[in-house]
């Protein structure tokens, strides 16, 4: 059986977030993740460095939301890596379960930037982790922390300390 019309079959719903990104009240910019089967150990529950690649992934999404793309930064010569990193564990997060990151950019001191972080349930009841992150600015050709953040990194953090 032949027929003219490509192919129009799709895949049925998965369930996925959409819409996975907005900015909440306080200055929040909330990322939705669902545990899969590979952030998990084998009891089912997330694993705890999975909560480290989801922080991660709202900094980067919320970053590019101001007009930050990491790859921008590295044309610039410009890396943030992460200098210090504290999480605490409230509660796990088990597979299957879609949960909100929450991330925002706290203060910056200097070079450093410090981001706070909660992943919490998606009806705000339940929260699994908080965390704080700090980066500093690193020149990538020298390998030497910045003495000041360049010129169009630094006007747009004043874009996520005006939200």
Known sequence: ??????????LPPTGAIQNPLHVS????????VRAQP????????VWHGSYVAWMEEARVECLRSIGIEFADLVALGCDLP??????????PVQMGMAAVVRSRMADTE???INWDYQ??????????AT???????????????????PPVV??????LSAR
């Open 38 to 45: 590979h952030h998990t150990d084998y009891a089912g529950i």
């Open 25 to 32: 009240p306080g200055n929040w910019f909330d990322y939705l």
């Open 119 to 128: 992943i919490q349930s998606t009806d705000g009841q339940e929260l699994f």
């Open 1 to 10: 059986m032949t027929n003219d019309q490509p192919d129009q079959r799709q």
């Open 110 to 112: 200097g070079v450093r």
């Open 131 to 149: 965390a704080r992150v700090a980066l500093v600015a690193v020149d990538r050709d020298k390998g030497k922390v910045m003495r000041q953040l």
């Open 154 to 159: 630094k006007e747009a953090l004043v874009k």
């Open 82 to 91: 992460v200098v210090e990193l504290s999480i605490r564990y409230h509660q």
